[in-house]
Nanobody
Framework: VQLQASGGGLEQVGGSRRLSCGIS????????MGWFRQAPGKEREFVAA????????YDTDSVKGRFTISRDNAKNTVYLQMNNLKPEDTAVYYC??????????????????WGQGTLVTVSS
């Protein structure tokens, strides 16, 4: 499975940005998909996840009400819509995949495949 994250860039506080993660090499609907982020000097942290069908999502408290994860299995793509961006959202964002049919995973070690990351910088 290959994952390609894109959509990062420089954004102002309060702005919006949508990240995309293209999935190739396997059927996307077989995988739980997650977004993580890593700020300079910090550990990689969970942001959001969506199950294989898109019927179940979970996101961390710091992004609730601002970020939305979604997926389009026909396009083999997962999205992270980020609204009302804050300086503390500045990080490299990674998409990840795991071949599980049940449950949501929030720990990096629970995911088998990772994309290369895309940098989001929120400027005040």
């Amino acid at each position: 499975v290959q994952l390609q994250a894109s959509g990062g860039g420089l954004e102002q506080v309060g702005g919006s940005r949508r990240l995309s993660c293209g999935i190739s090499g396997r059927i996307a609907s077989n995988y739980l998909m997650g977004w993580f982020r890593q700020a300079p000097g910090k550990e990689r942290e969970f942001v959001a996840a969506i199950n294989w069908s898109g019927g179940s999502t979970y996101d961390t408290d710091s992004v609730k009400g601002r970020f939305t994860i979604s997926r389009d299995n026909a396009k083999n793509t997962v999205y992270l819509q980020m609204n009302n961006l804050k300086p503390e959202d500045t990080a490299v964002y990674y998409c990840a995949a795991d071949p599980r049919k049940n449950g949501i995973a929030t720990m990096p070690v629970q995911y088998d495949y990772w994309g290369q990351g895309t940098l989001v910088t929120v400027s005040s």
